[in-house]
C-alpha cells in the first residue's frame, strides 16, 4: 500500500466515532480491496474490548479486506448491531455474496447475538441474500428486533430466500425456548412483485410480533396486497404500515381495511400512490371511525380519490385525539373539491392536519368510480369507421378532408406516408384516447419512430407529436402518472406491473422528441 494511501485512511480513521461500545467508519469513503487496505481498520475492530456497534456505510469494501474484517470479528461476542448499509459501491455482484458470507460466519463464529441489521442500499440482488442467508437462520439472529434491507435489488428470488430464512430462524428459536420477536422489518424498493409479497406474507404471519413494516416501491398488486393484508392481522403491535406506491385498487384496499380493523395500536399508515380510490378510501373511512385509536399520520396521496370520498376520509380522522397528518394530496378534487375540503377541516377545527393539496390532479373523472364516464373520450376504435368521414362530435364536428390518408398513415406509418399527410398530420390527435393510456402512449411511439434528421421530416414528426401531446394532456379523462408510467414501461425505462406487459424497440427519435415535447408550454 503506498505511503499516500495509508497516510490518506489514517487521517480518515482518525475521524471514526468510538463511544458507548459503538465503532463508526461512516461516510469516510474508504476503499478496502485487500487486507492491506483495510489494516488500519481492522486494528481499530481489535483494540475495541466490549464491541457493541459497528457501522461501515459509506465505504466500499472487497473480499479480502471482508476477510481481514472477519478474523478480527470472530472474537467480538458482544457485537449487537451492525450498520453496513451503502458498503460494496463499485463491487462486482460476484464478490459481495462472498464478502458478506464472511462477515456473516464471522459473527456466528463469535457467538454474537444481534438485535439490528441494516445491509440497506447494497444493490447485490437475490445472490447477495444467498451471502447473509446462513446469518440469518443461526442463533446470531434469534435475538433480532429490526432488519433494514431497503434499496436492495432483491427480487422476487430474493423474497423468497429471505422469508424462507426468516421462518426457519423463527422454528429454531422457537425450539430453543426463546422465539425470534422481530420488530421492524424494511425492504423497500427491492422489486418483491406478487410472488416475492406471497413469501413475506408467510413469514410475517407465523412471526406475529412485527411493530413496523416498510415495503414501499415493489410492483405490489392486489393479490401480494391481500396476502400482506391477511399477515398484518396476526401482528397485532403493528404500529407503522408504509405500502407507498404499490397498487392497491379496490380489492387490495378493502382487504388491507379488514385488517385494520384489527390494529389498535397503528400510529402511521402511509398508502400513498397506491390507489386505493375512492370506494377504497370510504371503506378505510369507515375503520377510521370505530378503529385506530392512537393514529397519527395518514397518507391517501395521488391514489384517484375524488372530493366526496376525500371529505369522507377527513371528517373520519377528526375526532382521532393524536392525529397530526392527513395527506390527501395529487387526488382528483378540482379546485373546488380542494377548498371544500379546506373549510371542512377547518370547521372542525383541524385546518393544521391537512398537508399541501398542490399537486391535485383535478376533478377529472377517475376510472375506478365511473367507468362509463371515463369512456366519454372518443377512443381510437371510433376515428372514421363511419362512412360519411367524421369522427367523433365531442373531439371535433370538422370532417376530415381525406380520412382515407390518415388511415393509411395509421396502417401503415411511415416518413413517406407521415409527410403525405400535409396539415392534416394535426388531425391525428383524434386517432387518440387520453382515457386508454396504452394506446395513446403506443400512437406517441410509432410517430416518434420517425424521427431523422432531415429537416422536413423533422418538423412533421414534431408537429405530429405536439397534436397528440397537446389532445392527451388536455383531456378531462387524463391521469398524468397512468400515461406517462405506460409510455416509460413501452420504452423499457420501467418494469412493468405486468409480465407480459407489451414493449417497443427504443430508438432514439423518441428520446429526442420526448426532449422536445418537455420544452412546450403544453408539457
Not at 376525500?310 to 387526488?331: I, S, Y
Not at 383531456?475 to 406517462?484: G, M, W
Request: with cysteine; charged share 25%.
Amino acid at each position: 500500500m503506498a505511503s499516500d494511501d495509508i497516510a490518506q485512511l489514517t487521517d480518515a480513521l482518525a475521524k471514526t466515532h468510538v463511544g458507548d461500545g459503538e465503532l463508526s467508519f461512516r461516510g469516510l469513503g474508504l476503499k478496502l480491496d485487500n487486507a492491506a487496505a483495510a489494516e488500519e481498520l481492522v486494528r481499530e475492530i481489535e483494540q475495541q474490548p466490549c464491541l457493541r456497534a459497528l457501522c461501515l456505510e459509506g465505504n466500499t469494501v472487497g473480499v479480502e479486506a471482508a476477510r481481514a474484517m472477519a478474523r478480527a470479528l470472530e472474537s467480538k461476542d458482544t457485537l449487537q448491531r451492525c450498520y453496513w448499509s451503502d458498503m460494496f459501491t463499485g463491487r462486482l455482484r460476484s464478490e459481495i455474496p462472498t464478502a458478506l458470507r464472511c462477515l456473516g460466519d464471522a459473527l456466528v463464529c463469535a457467538g454474537a447475538r444481534l438485535t439490528e441489521l441494516d445491509l440497506s442500499d447494497n444493490a447485490f440482488g437475490p445472490d447477495g441474500v444467498r451471502g447473509v442467508e446462513r446469518l440469518l437462520k443461526s442463533p446470531s439472529c434469534h435475538t433480532l428486533r429490526e432488519l433494514k434491507l431497503n434499496n436492495c435489488g432483491m427480487g422476487v428470488g430474493g423474497g423468497k430466500i429471505l422469508a424462507e430464512a426468516l421462518m426457519e430462524c423463527h422454528r429454531q428459536s422457537t425450539a430453543a425456548g426463546a422465539p425470534l420477536r422481530l420488530r421492524v422489518f424494511v425492504a423497500g424498493r427491492n422489486r418483491l412483485e406478487n410472488e416475492g409479497a406471497f413469501a413475506l406474507a408467510k413469514a410475517f404471519r407465523l412471526l406475529g410480533s412485527l411493530e413496523e413494516v416498510h415495503l414501499p416501491q415493489n410492483g405490489i398488486n392486489h393479490a401480494g396486497v391481500v396476502a400482506l393484508a391477511s399477515a398484518a392481522r396476526h401482528n397485532r403491535q403493528l404500529r407503522v404500515l408504509n405500502f407507498n406506491d404499490n397498487t392497491f385498487t379496490k380489492k387490495g384496499t378493502l382487504a388491507m381495511a379488514k385488517a385494520l380493523r384489527h390494529l389498535r395500536n397503528l400510529q402511521v399508515v402511509n398508502f400513498g400512490d397506491c390507489l386505493v380510490r375512492s370506494e377504497g378510501a370510504i371503506a378505510l373511512a369507515a375503520v377510521l371511525r370505530e378503529g385506530l385509536p392512537v393514529l397519527k399520520e395518514l397518507n391517501l396521496s395521488f391514489g384517484e380519490i375524488t372530493e366526496a370520498a376525500a371529505l369522507v376520509v377527513a371528517r373520519a380522522v377528526a375526532d382521532k385525539p393524536q392525529m397530526e397528518k392527513l395527506d390527501l394530496n395529487g387526488n382528483c378534487l378540482g379546485e373546488e373539491g380542494c377548498e371544500a375540503l379546506r373549510e371542512a377541516m377547518e370547521d372542525m377545527d383541524r385546518a393544521d392536519m391537512l398537508g399541501s393539496l398542490s399537486d391535485d390532479e383535478g376533478d377529472q373523472v377517475c376510472e375506478s368510480d365511473h367507468d362509463d364516464e371515463a369512456n366519454n373520450c372518443n377512443g381510437y376504435e371510433d376515428v372514421v369507421v363511419e362512412g360519411n368521414g367524421r369522427i367523433g362530435e365531442e373531439d371535433s364536428p370538422e370532417p376530415l378532408r381525406s380520412p382515407a390518408e390518415i388511415l393509411t398513415f395509421v396502417s401503415s406509418p411511415s416518413q413517406e406516408t407521415l409527410l403525405q399527410l400535409g396539415d392534416m398530420r394535426t388531425q391525428l390527435q383524434h386517432l387518440v384516447n387520453p382515457s386508454d393510456p396504452h394506446k395513446a402512449a403506443e400512437m406517441l411511439l410509432k410517430i416518434a419512430s420517425l424521427y431523422n434528421e432531415d429537416a422536413e421530416t423533422k418538423a412533421a414528426v414534431f408537429q405530429a407529436v405536439d397534436a397528440v401531446l397537446t389532445k392527451v394532456i388536455s383531456a378531462s379523462c387524463f391521469h398524468s402518472y397512468r400515461f406517462l408510467s405506460t409510455l416509460l414501461v413501452m420504452m423499457g425505462l420501467l418494469k412493468a406491473e405486468e409480465k407480459k406487459s407489451p414493449k417497443v424497440s427504443l430508438v432514439p427519435g423518441q428520446l429526442l422528441c420526448l426532449e422536445h415535447a418537455v420544452q412546450q408550454e403544453y408539457f
